[in-house]
């Protein structure tokens, strides 16, 4: 926006959007405008038939929908995905002895005991419950891969 004396240049794309606005506001005043007129010209009699007549195509639009949801005879879903995993061009790899070399396995101990080291002051509680807030799930995962390494450490 730019300022210029006590008007401010709003831009071409905020100049289209006020007249947008400004033809739906039209719209909208004619049409209630319109309305007002025919049922102004209307009858009581014929104000309640026009209320009437709503009211059984509503009640009878929202029966064949209730109708069509509880019959489930369509299938709203057109296109239906298949999940498949893919497969490997060279087959499965073997998994060798001692894959994971002691490296690994003391890196995960060391990180377990960073974490437990965390618990023992309340700064260190409070960036442990951040960590664990923002890594929802990483003790699990580790535990998890540490159980792995420990299974193909024992074969």
Known sequence: M??????I???????????LAAAIHAVQKRWSEAMGQFFAKLSLKGRWTVLA???LLMIGL??????EAISGKKDYLDSKVKISI???PDGPKQVKDNIL?????S?????????????????????RDSIL???????DSIAVIDELYQQLNNQ
């Open 9 to 19: 240049n709003r831009g071409r794309g905020d100049h289209i959007a006020g007249k």
């Open 101 to 105: 070399p002691d490296e690994i396995t």
């Open 133 to 139: 807030n923002t890594r929802k799930g990483l003790v």
């Open 86 to 88: 893919p497969v490997m």
């Open 107 to 127: 890196r995960i101990k060391s990180f377990k005991a960073q974490m437990d080291s965390l618990s023992e002051t309340p700064e260190g509680r409070r960036k």
């Open 53 to 55: 007549g709503f009211i």
């Open 2 to 7: 730019k300022k210029q004396g006590n008007k």
């Open 62 to 67: 929202n029966g064949y929908l209730i109708a």
